[in-house]
């Protein structure tokens, strides 16, 4: 190497930071052994913040002067903190070594966070509940001066990946001390998110400006439940529809039955026959309870006679359907038997009619068929 080229690298005139990383938080200018040349160019560009720190005294928290977005020529008078720390009392014209931190200051988003395990909390409804939650946070450096000191150190680059797994862990322990806390019950929890989102940064900004960091925003894009709780929460939602929370009991009983009818084989087909009645008598006490200003009526009627209109299968054909009056008419003339196909809403198939038990006293007054010979 030259002498001209040896001179010419010994001297920094040119500090800037071209941020191609968006993983970079804080990068210190590669100046090796070369020195700062006094009257050099300083470039910080919007979005960034440099720290200009005497070599070799950052432990001892000799940090010296910070520039904001703009251009610097470097001299005594816009180091006056540095200048104080060299002893240029009377201003200083030669080169001198020092280092230069750029710091990133715009957001650094879509971080995820997520609790380590479920939250106990107490619900007014369902008592104790183990809750787990999940989402993305948002933070950008607040005071440089502390990030060099209590993050960065002598790092050459440091990157959000250094402190994210921390921070991580910070929001996921919190998260377990704000649940509780938060007054929103477990069935409004969902619908509730941007609540807790805006509690769970309340409770932890402090951790974050302990290191010099701002929490801009927390989201929570995921509450989980247990299991049995989600199911009660649909069950309890399709009772609030109905309009009678306190036939919750009724209301299970009566998707009992309809389950039941909808079983395959034998059994369920044999159900299936008189269970639609059941299941309309039991959801008719609920609509009978609600429409008497939620006060259950203790006996509930059956539906009158003849309020259930048959088809019937005439020689090979479907006809109807028939009120009760035209059905009696049918057995007296022979057209309907105890062995004619019949079918109402509500059945799950075409059955005898002498199989219907409320289509029995349409028989009563005939004789039973003759057993085989």
Excluded at 83 to 93: L, P, R, V
Excluded at 230 to 236: G, N, P, T, V, W
């Amino acid at each position: 190497m030259g002498l001209w080229n040896k001179l010419s690298n010994e001297f920094i005139d040119i500090i800037e930071w071209m941020d191609d990383n968006p993983a970079v938080m804080v990068h210190r200018f590669e100046r090796y052994q070369n020195e700062i040349k006094m009257g050099a160019k300083l470039t910080v560009r919007e979005g960034q913040v440099a720290v200009v720190v005497n070599e070799g005294q950052m432990g001892k928290g000799q940090v010296a002067d910070i520039f904001m977005p703009g251009m610097y020529e470097l001299s005594t008078e816009n180091m006056p903190l540095l200048s104080t720390i060299k002893g240029w009392k009377y201003g200083f014209n030669s080169p001198f070594k020092a280092e230069v931190y750029f710091f990133k200051t715009t957001r650094f988003t879509n971080l995820k966070w997520g609790t380590a395990g479920p939250a106990t909390m107490r619900d007014p409804e369902f008592g104790v509940v183990r809750v787990t939650a999940f989402g993305i946070y948002t933070l950008r450096i607040r005071d440089a001066k502390t990030v060099l000191l209590e993050l960065v150190g002598t790092q050459a680059d440091f990157t959000i990946q250094d402190i994210e797994e921390n921070l991580r862990g910070k929001i996921g322990l919190r998260i377990k001390e704000v649940m509780p806390e938060i007054g929103v019950p477990v069935i409004d929890l969902e619908s509730k998110v941007s609540v807790v989102g805006q509690r769970i940064q309340e409770k932890i900004a402090a951790d974050f400006e302990q290191y010099g960091l701002e929490l801009c925003e927390v989201q929570v894009q995921d509450i989980g439940l247990p299991e049995e709780v989600e199911k009660a929460i649909d069950q309890q939602g399709a009772m609030r529809a109905i309009g009678n929370m306190q036939q919750f009991a009724q209301y299970q009983g009566a998707q009992a039955l309809r389950d039941a009818a909808q079983n395959p084989g034998m059994t369920g087909a044999m159900m299936g026959v008189g269970v639609g009645g059941m299941l309309n008598q039991s959801m008719g006490n609920l609509f009978q309870a609600n429409a008497n200003n939620g006060q259950t009526v203790g006996t509930t009627p059956p539906p009158l006679p003849g309020a259930q209109a048959y088809f019937v299968a005439i020689n090979g054909a479907q006809a109807g359907p028939f009120e009760r009056a035209a059905l009696q008419s049918q057995v007296a003339n022979g057209t309907l038997t105890r062995d004619s196909l019949v079918w109402c809403q509500g059945m799950p198939t075409w059955a005898k009619a002498g199989s219907q038990v409320d289509l029995n006293d349409l028989f009563a007054a005939l004789p039973p068929p003759l057993p085989p010979q």
